[in-house]
């Protein structure tokens, strides 16, 4: 049946880590050959390539082998498709430079009334924005919060308490993470099928179009200013250290897998659907610009979700950096480049935060990837033992970093090499 909503939208983002399983039976705790096992977020990190993604010993997850033999042939299910990668350049636009018109995206839109079916399709078009009740990958139209924490003015609590609006993003959220949850197995804690059923049919707050947030949403409260638990501690004061949160998004490599995010210290993996971990619901309509990259001249591309404008090369020269592995920079060394590129004119590019870095992924295409728009930036490795990207974001002497082989984020120590893509 079809569905006739009115929404007034402000285009609005989100989360981050993993060490994901390498087989649809289960979850992997060995090493891969770079040993890059999931450490434990205590573990001083000496070099040697070795990152920080530990669960917070809730779980097994604690390493990825990325090695090889990973299933890219895998059905997705949960609305998403690996067809979902957008590498066709079909939500790309050029330049008026190169002869092509640029999408104009105005931050507040009157969408009128608009024909969505429950399960995500078809889209509406309208303003040059696509909306859908799914979760389509084109429809996560999230800001991000700038910086690391917190941003002042962020987040109001309701008058009864129940829930948290963000101001940025537009989204609404569940305050209570501890709470029992009706129609799951484990009182407080779900799989991730009843997890979806649990929102769906949640009513809170005189509303009732509460759903699972995909992984980029639920990372956009993440507060990576703040321990032992990485969220605002007033906005959302009942959270453990040690609960991992589901997410929407399925796995792109096992339908058995979903993603979830440890709010512990803001990591994410993928964790087996029969499992039962924690849910915290979230409302507001989906929607993003049709076109979400612009291709400008000399190199850069901008964002029209976040309004970032990224170097588009993520393999070119890369002065200063003393990698062995080509173009490969140490953390100080990566930031050095960014903070002083010129490029398109520009002279104030600096290290994305691991919020922004994470913001490019395609959670949609399989392992071995590029898990990021094909057409927006066509140059970038995807090598799982050497390929990380730097982000600016700490963490216990280390730094994140995000993989753009499989879409995952772990931390390394600051004097291991990876690669970087400066932003402004």
């Known amino acids: 049946m079809w569905s006739t909503t009115r929404f007034f939208i402000a285009i609005a983002a989100v989360c981050f880590w993993a060490g994901c399983p390498s087989s649809e039976d289960g979850l992997t705790s060995a090493p891969d050959e770079s040993g890059r096992a999931g450490l ?19 779980t097994d997850t604690t390493g990825q082998d990325r090695s090889g033999g990973l299933d890219t042939g895998s059905a997705v299910t949960g609305g998403v498709d690996a067809a979902g ?50 979760l389509d990958p084109r429809c996560d139209g999230t800001k991000l919060p700038s910086g690391d924490g917190t941003s002042p003015g ?12 963000d101001t940025i993003t537009g989204l609404v959220w569940q305050r209570e993470g501890l709470g029992a949850r009706p129609g799951c197995t484990g009182g407080t804690t779900c799989t991730w099928d009843e997890a979806q059923s649990y929102c769906s049919g949640l009513s809170l707050g005189g509303a009732t179009d509460w759903r699972l947030p995909s992984v980029k949403e639920l990372r956009s409260i993440v507060d990576f200013t703040q321990a032992p638990v990485a969220l605002d501690p007033i906005a959302f004061p009942h959270t453990s250290t040690s609960y991992i949160f589901w997410t929407a998004n399925p796995s792109a490599e096992s339908v058995n897998n979903a993603w979830g995010v440890l709010l512990g210290n803001g990591s994410y993996s993928q964790f087996r659907r029969i499992d039962s971990y924690s849910v915290r619901c979230v409302r507001a309509p989906r929607c993003a610009p049709a076109a979400r990259y612009v291709v400008l001249e000399d190199g850069l591309v901008r964002d029209e979700i976040t309004q970032r404008v990224w170097q588009r090369d993520g393999a070119g020269s890369r002065t200063g950096c003393t990698g062995t592995v080509e173009r490969t920079c140490t953390w100080a ?73 499989d879409g995952s984020s772990l931390a390394y120590d600051l004097t291991d090499y990876g690669r970087v893509r400066c932003v402004r």
């Open 333 to 405: 060394e990566a930031r050095s480049y960014c903070e002083t590129l010129v490029l398109g004119g520009f002279d104030d590019f600096r290290l994305p935060t691991a919020k922004e870095m994470d913001s490019l992924v395609d959670f949609a295409v399989p392992p071995m990837g590029p898990t990021i728009d094909g057409a927006a930036f066509p140059n970038t490795p995807t090598d799982p033992t050497t390929d990380k990207f730097w982000s600016s974001t700490t963490y216990e002497g280390h730094a994140w970093c995000t993989y753009f082989y």
């Open 40 to 58: 434990d977020a205590s573990a001083a990190g000496t070099g040697g390539g070795d990152p920080i993604g530990d669960a917070g010993g809730s």
């Open 154 to 165: 962020q987040f109001t609590v309701s008058a009864d308490d129940p829930t948290v609006t």
């Open 85 to 134: 990668d957008r590498s066709d350049g079909a939500d790309v636009v050029l330049d008026d430079a190169a002869g092509f018109d640029v999408v104009d995206i105005v931050d507040i839109v009157d969408l009128g009334t608009i024909d969505m079916t429950p399960d995500g399709g078809p889209m509406a078009y309208d303003a040059g924005l696509i909306c859908c009740s799914g």
